[in-house]
């Protein structure tokens, strides 16, 4: 594989990214130039073969995909900066939550092809859960960033005005999904086990259920119902959390990450 990719701001989104790709022995460290601030923070990269790259405007001469990996507020300084150095035979993915295709070709040029894309950090382990959108414009595209986020996980083109709700659910709700186990720990361990055996209980079982979800294609309560029975211990801790707001409060979580994410980026 003889692409050349340079990820701009590779922070913990940007580097799970490498990490996945390469482990998925399609792509190698030689494939990938990263930038950040601070590039003490990618000497790791630097020494399994990683070019590692200070100026933004060099680091993307020789790209084939260039990957926007920094944060809202930094895209337009980098957006700036980079202004007439990507040519139309390059591809800019954007992973930056919030900022639309229109706003990225606001200052690159309309001729410039973006496509938008959202990750999560399973990415690093080839799990994460990746959405795609663009505009009509570059829907030709589209195939080549799915092709890229496939070898990482899953992936769904969806609509561009539902990128940011695809935020809250799948980039943030990795999070979510994380203190939900957290939880289910702790609870193990006040009723008996040791902490790093509640935890590995836990987290082992979350992995089942989802597994479930995703083998049998099956709906979360026709799952729960083979696992409920009447006067059960199941239904009995179910309806205590239901008490306790579970459902409303992931719900209420992930609606205001949501209104969030839309605000973090702010136009020029």
Known sequence: MNTKITIIGAGNLGTSLVKGLVESKIYTPQNFVLTRRNTTKLSSFKEIGCEIAINNIEAVTNANIIILAVLPQKINEVLNELKGSIKEDQLVVSLVSGV???????????????????????????????????????????????????LVGET???????????????????????RAIRAASQGGNEIDFHANEALKMAAQTAKGAASLLIANNSHPEDEIDKVTSPKGCTIAGLNEMEHNGFSSSFIKGITISAKQAKDLYTEE
């Open 100 to 150: 639309k295709v229109k706003n990225i070709q606001n200052i690159l040029g309309s001729t410039i092809p973006v496509v938008r894309a959202m990750p999560n950090t399973a990415i690093a382990i080839r799990e994460s859960m990746t959405c795609i959108a663009t505009t009509s414009n570059w829907n030709e595209k589209l195939p080549e960033v799915e092709d890229l986020f496939k």
């Open 156 to 178: 769904i083109v969806i609509n561009e005005e539902q990128m940011t709700s695809a935020t809250a659910l799948c980039a943030c709700g990795i999070a979510f999904f994380l």
